[in-house]
């Protein structure tokens, strides 16, 4: 029997993110037939290695954020020669790097926003672009530290208060509609469209029951649904990606404007998470899901 490890929690803001989708992921692999091996990661990263030996035949890494998803335990699995799912270090800290990713992005060609990156005391002198726009961390992941900064908001001051992320980059707020592209290896899943009553995505949103609402698929025109398929495989392969990806896009109804965010390497997998919606939407359930992940698991790559 095929044992396979799952790495959860981590020392990231998602860490509670990430040990329920560690939860689930175990329930699935056990119902696949797999011999599975829970592993909670915490700060010791001796403890990790001791707990991967002997070596099990596939990681699957349920982590998220700072550490699980930026090329770091990729390389720590790596240099054991234990394969792992999702994607590989170079293209897990490309798209971690939320600056790095859109450079890649604006050489392939695909739409993005125009942003920069800046200390975040600067905020407290001018506005560094010209309001509607976004302030995020340049290397964390759920929408963690996100805000809007809105004409005569006034709120420059709380968030360089709040501010605990290093360099912040600030973006053009791209006004209408949240959509999503799940994309498993060359294959873009479907356009799903977020709704929610917060002000835009956050994490409450991404992970409480009841604070978003999708639609898939969602209600576009034919060529943006499938300009929307397009972009995503395209950045998935632009930053090198493996596996399963998750592409955040903004469309504005009123322009046509339709704007590639990020890619996420590491899609949630709780029972309010995307991916696993729009692979069952694909007739795809969630152990086939697992199982699909783990049987394309590798390393050194």
């Not at 035949?57 to 799912?85: C, K, M, S, W």
């Not at 604006?106 to 726009?133: M, S």
């Not at 996420?264 to 696993?276: C, I, W």
Request: aromatic residues 6%.
């Amino acid at each position: 029997m095929i044992r396979v490890a799952v790495l959860h929690g981590g020392m990231s803001a998602e860490r509670e993110v990430s040990l329920r989708t560690g939860s689930q992921v175990v329930e699935a692999l056990q119902a696949a037939g797999y011999e599975v091996q829970p592993i909670e990661v915490t700060e010791d990263l001796g403890a990790l290695i001791a707990a991967l030996n002997p070596a099990p035949d596939v990681v699957f890494n349920a982590l998220h954020g700072r550490f699980g998803e930026d090329g770091t335990v990729q390389g720590v699995l790596d240099y054991l020669g234990i394969p792992y799912t999702h994607s590989g270090v170079r293209a897990s800290a490309l798209a971690m790097d939320k600056a790095a990713a859109k450079a890649v992005f604006a050489h392939a060609g695909l739409p993005v926003a125009p942003h920069r990156i800046i200390d975040i005391a600067e905020l407290a002198d001018h506005d560094p672009l010209p309001p509607p726009y976004v302030v995020k961390p340049v290397n964390e992941g759920s929408s963690v530290g996100v805000s809007i900064v809105r004409p005569g908001g006034n709120r420059n001051g709380q968030i360089i208060q709040e501010w605990r992320f290093g360099p912040a980059m600030v973006e053009q707020y791209i006004p209408g509609r949240e959509l999503t592209v799940c994309v498993l290896e060359d294959r873009a899943l479907v356009v799903t469209e977020i709704l929610t009553g917060e002000e835009f995505y956050d994490y409450h949103a991404k992970y409480s029951a009841g604070a978003s609402r999708h639609i898939l698929p969602a209600q576009l025109p034919a060529e943006v649904t499938r300009h929307a398929l397009d972009i995503a495989v395209a950045a998935h392969r632009a930053l090198g990606c493996r596996g399963a990806t998750r592409t955040d896009l903004r469309y504005d109804d009123a322009t046509g404007r339709l704007v590639l965010l990020e890619v996420n390497t590491q899609p949630g997998m709780t029972r309010t998470s995307l991916l696993p919606e729009q692979a069952a939407h694909a007739g795809i359930s969630f152990p086939e899901l697992c199982r699909w992940m783990v049987e394309r698991a590798a390393c050194r790559v």
